[in-house]
């Protein structure tokens, strides 16, 4: 079993900072794709960035030079750092890995259990 635990979410005001963490664990062989999506109320999930293995990155149009994606390979984290946020950044906020679990042929899709994000003054 792999679980992926999400941390930093909160409430900050327009403009500020937050950086969202995410920790990947169990009977993992290999993460490949990490990344984070957001879902705000009566909107659909969507992904917000994105990181391979090997580092290449790839973002949502609405957070480009806002947001950045970094991934530590040997500790199975995936990191999202915020600035510059905005109202419409509000959203809960979730961490998804694709990867080789142990005992599995082909790669799993994992999600974590989402943290919220509010931006508002």
């Known amino acids: 079993q792999v679980q992926l635990v999400e941390s930093g979410g909160g409430l900050v005001q327009p403009g500020g900072s937050l950086m969202l963490s995410c920790a990947a664990s169990?009977?993992?062989?290999?993460?490949?794709?990490m990344g984070w999506y957001r879902q705000a109320p009566g909107k659909q999930r969507e992904l917000v960035a994105a990181?391979?293995?090997?580092?290449?990155?790839n973002y949502a149009d609405s957070v480009k030079d806002r947001f950045t994606v970094s991934r530590d390979n040997g500790k199975n984290t995936v990191n999202l750092q915020m600035q510059s946020l905005k109202p419409e950044d509000t959203a809960v906020y979730y961490c998804?890995?694709?990867?080789?679990?142990?005992?599995?042929?082909?790669?799993?899709?994992?999600w974590g259990q989402g943290t919220q994000v509010t931006v508002s003054s």
């Open positions: 990181i391979s293995r090997s580092g290449i990155t």
């Open positions: 169990g009977s993992i062989v290999r993460i490949n794709d």
């Open positions: 998804n890995a694709k990867l080789v679990e142990l005992g599995y042929a082909g790669l799993r899709n994992y």
